[in-house]
């Protein structure tokens, strides 16, 4: 299955702005690198994958249409997977986005 196009695209205008960005095709989606860090990326299984660091993951799981991000069978500790309808508004997108950026500048 392919990313979600139109939400790669609300990505990338969401997170224009927060330094030098790249794309790049990765875990089956379209991941954005902002400074050369991983920040998010539009997942090939709908939604976003979104780096929120082990100290946070816990209480983000809690939280309406989050998952565990797994990747090969493997659940990640510092990332979750923000199901489709956690990102419809953009206010939503942009929240998740923001904290994948600050996240990953934290690494």
């Known amino acids: 299955m392919a990313y979600d196009e139109d939400l790669a695209d609300r990505v990338r205008a969401a997170v224009s702005g927060a330094g030098i960005v790249e794309e790049k095709r990765m875990f089956g989606?379209?991941?954005?690198?902002?400074?050369?860090?991983l920040a998010v990326a539009a997942s090939s299984r709908g939604g976003l994958l979104v780096p929120v660091g082990a100290e946070h993951r816990d209480e983000l799981l809690a939280r309406p249409h989050v998952e565990t991000m797994v990747m090969?069978?493997?659940?990640?500790r510092s990332w979750v997977h923000v199901l489709a309808d956690g990102v419809r508004t953009e206010a939503q997108l942009q929240e998740w986005v923001d904290r994948g950026v600050t996240a990953s500048?934290?690494?």
Do not use: I, P, Q, T
């Open 72 to 76: 090969g069978g493997r659940e990640s």
């Open 105 to 107: 500048l934290d690494r």
């Open 29 to 37: 989606g379209l991941s954005f690198l902002v400074d050369g860090r």
